[in-house]
């Protein structure tokens, strides 16, 4: 059971863009819950909280900090969860490393990053560290499975206010690249498990069996996976890319997941960038690694690293020149494509470049069409296919545009995004064992040094709470249903085998279609082009990709998404959608005190909290201030209250204070709790009659630089000062 002393709602401390919003808008939600006896803490899942409560032996006694992530992943396991989460940082190596290095210089006697362990202690630390890395932060609170949409209000708005969508040409050269095999997609082989089993991956190589993993242990009815990538592979089709890119005069891309994908997909990373600079590595690899040069920290920290070898960074800019142009993060500053492994998110990445009608910026500043590489073929279709439709059928119209939702399945690490611990490269050339404790050889592969092989695994009552979730959701609304499976991939023909007998046992097999994810991408399109909805019933990573996808197509931003976890012990997870943690948003910040950030995924999460905490707690007044907090959501866009992108022009903290104004009024207005009405009628009327004086005061804060005390980590009273800048609408909120 959950601590007795548990808030009644947790609300997340994050990092970056979300983080700072929460100094403003947390105090908000705090007076308002407090009049309805509702308590809301905080717990700390930020980068830098999980690395200071991994390292408590390095710290003094007042630096020290509870390992919140741990505590939050056994409330999850109850009924009383009630958690509102905000994106966090998934972190790549890069990301990490600046955070240590911040800490320290804030006086944490962290120990540093090691690159390359050598000791039992540094081999310690590295453990650690790599287990902050990535998708650390989900896979511990996701005891549930995804249901994400679009609320009915911000559907509505996008469609009366439809925003700017690229156009698209018959002859653009914008395509997709993926490997034509030998990818983790089709060297897939996947079993479901008669029997709990305990299991350990081993190499069989020249120099006897290497134990890569042991003690793997599965339920009952686990579908477990494994594959590999051939890096022999993988280098032959980036070199053939590179080159074919600049036969066709466009923009070379990588699209990659460093960030969840933290072992797998930062390997694949610095391919590319061994790839781009062959030339350089073929004649200087030794004094590269002289250097410390690891390319899977991407191109900018081997930039860093050869600054002072003239004849390197000659090679580098000679190679570059024969290069094609590259999409790049930013122009204006140089950082390219391959520069951070962290920059280029392909869920965020693909979603913009295809609402901008196949474009991407080159080095001169400009949009090009350009070739995007994503080596593995698993989700590579979707992409692939919604290019092909665009440039048929030309660019999708908000204004009259139907909506995709999505049903996830992700509950205890499911699928790829749990396969960090079972994620290996291939040490030397040899076989891959999965065997079972009964002595059993479940999966093997024939692998190369270099190679990257992982497993992956559903567990039985995930899977079988996904399908009961479609089938209740369906029901709800009536929409076309499509289960987003490949017959002819080993993993999904393992799903399919439950989902069927599900879905017929029930009773309604016939109100539900199966189609791989290519034809899936196509008839979604399809039926959203005639302005009708579909719901989308896929597994984690497609969950991930289409939640940013189908949402940035319709709304502009997938930041404004309703997203619930229905937790399988009875709490709920409500998540403010997807968008990332948006460290643009941060740098405009500091530069220019003005956050863009747009709170709506958090108001529509706060709403459906108090909702569920009406219904399991039985606090009708908790019921009213959700349906309050709808009505200020609808006034935020009915009134166009959201944040600008612009200095001078209203932000994120006005956004707040309106958000703040239309719940009070609808509080005062509302019949139902007459002592909520009239707690609330004065606070709505002198947040009303403070308005020229309050955004007036929060007008006079911008435009000059901001002074958080940090990035990774801020200084409380310093970020307060900077997100609660006026004196007025403190005084009336407290």
């Not at 280029?344 to 693909?350: E, N, W």
């Not at 994620?423 to 024939?446: N, P, Q, R, S």
């Amino acid at each position: 059971m959950a601590d007795t002393n548990t808030p009644d709602i947790i609300y997340t401390k994050v990092d970056e863009a979300p983080e700072l919003a929460s100094a403003s808008l947390l105090p908000i939600i705090q007076r308002f819950a407090k009049a309805a006896g509702i308590t809301v803490g905080t717990k700390d899942i930020s980068l830098a909280g999980r690395i200071l409560s991994a390292f408590p032996d390095h710290l003094k006694a007042d630096q020290r900090i509870a390992d919140d992530l741990a505590e939050l992943g056994e409330l999850v396991k109850t009924p009383e969860a009630n958690v509102i989460k905000l994106p966090n940082i998934s972190a790549s190596e890069p990301q990490l490393v600046a955070a240590v290095k911040e800490l320290q210089d804030k006086g944490f006697a962290l120990p540093d990053y090691p690159y390359a362990p050598e000791t039992a202690e540094e081999k310690a630390v590295r453990a650690k560290y790599d287990a902050i890395k990535g998708s650390a932060v989900n896979p511990v609170l996701r005891e549930g499975n995804s249901d994400r949409r679009a609320a009915t209000a911000v559907k509505n708005y996008a469609q009366a206010n439809p925003h700017r969508m690229g156009d698209w040409s018959k002859e653009s050269k914008t395509r997709v690249a993926s490997m034509a095999g030998d990818d983790f997609f089709s060297n897939e082989v996947s079993a479901t498990l008669d029997k709990a089993a305990t299991a350990k991956i081993v190499l069989e190589g020249a120099s006897g069996e290497t134990v890569l993993k042991e003690g793997v242990s599965y339920p009952a009815g686990t579908v477990v996976d494994a594959t590999f990538m051939s890096a022999a592979a993988l280098d032959d089709f980036l070199a053939a890319e590179i080159e074919k890119t600049k036969s066709e005069g466009v923009l070379f891309s990588l699209h990659m997941k460093a960030t969840m994908m933290k072992v797998s997909d930062p390997i694949i990373f610095g391919h590319a960038v061994k790839a781009w600079l062959a030339p350089v590595f073929d004649t200087f690899g030794d004094r590269l690694d002289a250097l410390g040069v690891n390319p899977n920290g991407g191109l900018g920290a081997l930039l860093d690293k050869v600054k002072d070898e003239p004849e390197i960074v000659a090679a580098i800019e000679e190679t570059t020149a024969a290069r094609p142009p590259m999409y790049m993060v930013n122009s204006d500053k140089g950082i390219t494509n391959l520069h951070v492994p962290s920059d280029v998110i392909i869920d965020a990445s693909m979603p913009a470049l295809i609402r901008a009608g196949g474009k991407g910026w080159g080095p001169d500043g400009k949009e090009h069409d350009t070739v995007c590489v994503i080596p593995d073929n698993s989700y590579a279709p979707v992409y692939d296919e919604a290019i092909e439709f665009f440039k048929q059928n030309g660019k999708l119209n908000p204004a009259t545009a139907g909506t995709v939702q999505n049903l996830g399945l992700m509950a205890q690490k499911a699928e790829e995004y749990g396969s960090h611990p079972t994620t290996f490269e291939i040490a030397e050339d040899g076989v891959v064992k999965m065997v079972l404790d009964d002595g059993t050889v479940l999966h093997e592969h024939k692998v190369q040094k270099g190679d990257i092989w992982r497993s992956a695994s559903a567990r039985k009552a995930p899977i079988e709470d996904w399908v009961n979730l479609a089938i209740a959701r369906q029901k709800a609304t009536g929409y076309r249903s499509i289960f987003w499976l490949d017959a002819s991939r080993a993993h999904d023909a393992e799903l399919i085998a439950y989902v069927k007998p599900l879905l017929e046992a029930a009773g309604v097999a016939d109100k539900f279609e199966i189609m791989a994810p290519r034809e899936a991408t196509r008839a979604s399109l399809e039926t959203i082009t005639r302005g009708e909805n579909t719901i989308a019933i896929t597994g984690n990573v497609l969950r991930d990709y289409l939640t940013d996808l189908f949402p940035i197509l319709e709304l502009a931003t997938s930041a404004k998404m309703l997203s619930i976890v229905k937790l399988m012990q009875g709490g709920g997870l409500f998540e403010t959608g997807a968008g990332g943690s948006a460290p643009k948003h941060v740098q405009q910040l500091h530069e220019e005190n003005h956050l863009r950030w747009d709170s709506l995924g958090e108001f529509c999460a706060l709403g459906e909290s108090f909702r569920f905490l009406a219904e399991v707690k039985g606090n009708a007044k908790a019921k009213v201030l959700g349906d309050a907090v709808d009505a200020a959501t609808q006034g935020i866009l009915d009134h166009d209250r959201s944040p600008s992108r612009k200095v001078g022009e209203p932000d994120n903290r006005d956004s707040h204070y309106w958000f703040a104004r239309f719940w009070a009024e609808a509080l005062a207005a509302q019949g139902e709790d007459a002592e909520l009405a009239a707690e609330f009628a004065p606070i709505a009327e002198a947040l009303a009659e403070g308005e020229a004086q309050i955004t007036g005061e929060l007008a006079a804060a911008q435009g000059k630089p901001a002074d958080t005390g940090g990035y990774y980590m801020n200084d409380p009273a310093k970020l307060a000062a900077v997100m609660r800048p006026s004196a007025t609408l403190n005084a009336i909120i407290g």
